[in-house]
């Protein structure tokens, strides 16, 4: 199968528009609710496509429109109307809706108010049968103006003067055109940007891929197609917009209309879906749905609970807070039956599941047993007894984003049984390496050989970056300091640099002397002034240490509280 590496479609040469024999079905699926009138330019549109009628079927999904939808004359001949199952409402359960009942190889969603150039259809299905994980996404115009009606509009795309159709509207999704600009059409564009740029309004997915994450989050009413795109970047997919897949916008969208509410409203939602947007989760102490990255440590035979602790607490502790540990190991083996507990043989996985099964952070998986629910964009693999500093997360990843590459290989020991390894790899890269191994490749072929290729695989020292082995007596033995203490130590700490502040003064004070001696006529003055500055310095550092001797004293008794300044 052809290999993407990153977003960079240009490895692929679509054919001409018109110049070409398509082969794929495509379900065109179109959520509408109350938008009787737009529809029928829609699918007026939808019937004089160039994409071959034998390969094309509609199904519009009435989403509880106040009065019923139904299909009017002009439609292409395979169309059908079904009306939003119970139990959801919005959006994103319409158009699941849809996918659930196409029959396509490919799924075309198109909202109710998109009037689609003739080659819109053509221009997308093109990029679906050069590579099976292609998203297509189309060029969309905007107009206000007043309506044709659907023979105008079919007659108008049949003599390819669609273009002339409505007046365009000054209005344009420039975030997105930018980045496409800025990153050579989205081929240079990074995999955490390249999501960015996916809008649900005129867009084409392999069906099979749609329908391996789950196609929709139903439960998302607005903000779903910014996390339908998360999704589909981790399951390795690449973005390509088309602007020769062109549509009219009819009516200026929400996110235009009145964006400053709409990202207010999106903003939760996408926090805990999307960790990308980074700066939405700058909440000290939050944990958030699906992580930033998932980490794994895997305890086998020769672990102690010693080296599982350690290795996860130093994750735990990590500057990166987006973390879930998921610790894996023969659970099974740990009963109820009577045992001497001390001599259990199972005893250093029973210790590990004591320390951790109540963190919320931490889950505990058998050999063998489903993931954690959820799709991070970094997985990372630490063995256990290794433990990270505290930036040594955070300084992964960034030297990951910052290259784009796939995996990072640390190496933290050679001995005579090989290298001992963590690492850290790109959900997206290990999907893509996945989707590009056909049934054909050698099933002995390196898969880092294929991450290598569509991404980079690239080996670091552990010590630079942070690993050393854990302590040899884990965990720590010598006790934390005292609330009393550590008031102690900080108002030591508060008085060591008032008295270098008294220090500083006392110079000065010294050097006003010698500027006064220098000048007969003001020697007064600057004799006064030295004077008084003599006096508070005087003052203050007999205050600032009576200060310190009663708040020392009170902590010896206990009697000191945080504040206390008396």
């Not at 969309?140 to 009606?149: Q, V």
Request: glycine content about 6%; charged content about 25%; overall charge negative.
């Amino acid at each position: 199968m052809i290999r993407i590496p990153h977003n960079d479609f240009g490895v692929l040469t679509p054919p001409a528009l018109g110049d070409w024999e398509p082969r794929l079905a495509v379900t065109v699926v179109i959520p509408a609710h109350d938008r009787q009138e737009t529809l029928n330019l829609t699918l007026a549109a939808l019937s004089a496509q160039s994409y071959p009628e034998h390969l094309i079927d509609v199904i519009v999904v009435d989403d509880g429109s106040p009065t019923p939808l139904s299909l009017p004359e002009i439609a292409p001949s395979r169309t059908k109307l079904i009306s939003s199952p119970p139990g959801g409402w919005g959006r994103a359960w319409a158009v699941q809706a849809g996918i659930d009942a196409a029959t396509g190889e490919v799924v075309f969603v198109l909202d109710a108010d998109m009037v689609p150039h003739r080659r819109h259809v053509e221009a997308q299905l093109r990029w679906h049968h050069l590579a099976p994980y292609v998203v297509a996404l189309g060029w969309i115009d905007f107009t206000d103006g007043p309506l044709p009606t659907p023979e105008q509009v079919a007659g108008a795309l049949a003599a390819g003067s669609e273009g002339s159709l409505f007046p365009l509207a000054p209005h344009r999704h420039d975030w997105a055109e930018q980045i496409i600009r800025d990153h050579d059409g989205l081929r240079t564009a990074p995999s955490s940007l390249a999501t960015r740029i996916h809008v649900g309004a005129t867009v084409s997915y392999p069906a099979a891929l749609l329908r391996s994450i789950g196609g929709m989050d139903t439960s998302l009413v607005l903000a779903e197609d910014t996390e339908l795109g998360y999704r589909l970047t981790q399951a390795g997919a690449v973005y390509v917009p088309d602007p020769e897949s062109r549509a009219w916008h009819i009516g200026v969208p929400t996110a235009m209309r009145d964006h400053r509410a709409l990202k207010r409203y999106n903003d939760p939602y996408v926090a805990e879906l999307v960790p990308y947007r980074r700066y939405l989760r700058t909440d000290p102490g939050r944990q958030w749905l699906v992580p930033y990255v998932d980490a794994e440590v895997v305890m086998s035979a020769g672990h102690s609970y010693e080296d599982v602790r350690a290795t996860v607490d130093s994750l735990l502790a990590g500057s990166v807070p987006d973390v879930r540990i998921t610790v894996t190991a023969p659970w099974d083996l740990l009963t109820a039956d009577r045992r001497a507990p001390l001599a259990d043989p199972h005893l250093d996985v029973r210790l590990v599941r004591a320390a951790f099964e109540h963190d919320p952070r931490v889950h505990l998986r058998p050999p063998q047993g489903p993931p954690a629910p959820g799709t991070a964009p970094f997985r990372l693999s630490a063995p256990p007894g290794w433990v990270a500093s505290e930036d040594t997360v955070e300084r992964l990843v960034t030297h990951l984003e910052e290259h784009d590459g796939g995996t990072l290989c640390v190496a933290l020991e050679e001995t005579a049984d090989g290298v001992t390894v963590a690492r850290l790899d790109r959900t997206a890269a290990l999907s893509r390496a996945a989707l590009v191994a056909g049934p054909d490749d050698d099933p002995d072929d390196d898969p880092d050989d294929l991450v290598h290729a569509l991404f980079g695989l690239e080996w670091l020292d552990g010590e630079s970056w942070g690993f050393r082995r854990r302590p040899a007596v884990y965990p720590p033995r010598k006790r934390p300091p005292s609330e009393s203490a550590r008031l102690a130590a900080a108002h030591d700490k508060e008085l060591a640099l008032y008295r270098k502040r008294v220090t500083a003064l006392r110079a000065e004070l010294a050097q006003t002397r010698r500027e006064a001696g220098k000048s007969g006529r003001d020697a007064a003055r600057w004799r006064d002034k030295a004077e008084s500055w003599r006096r508070e310095a005087i003052r203050l550092t007999r205050e600032r240490d009576r200060t310190a001797l009663r708040r020392a004293f009170r902590m010896v008794r206990g009697l000191a509280f945080p504040g206390d300044q008396r």
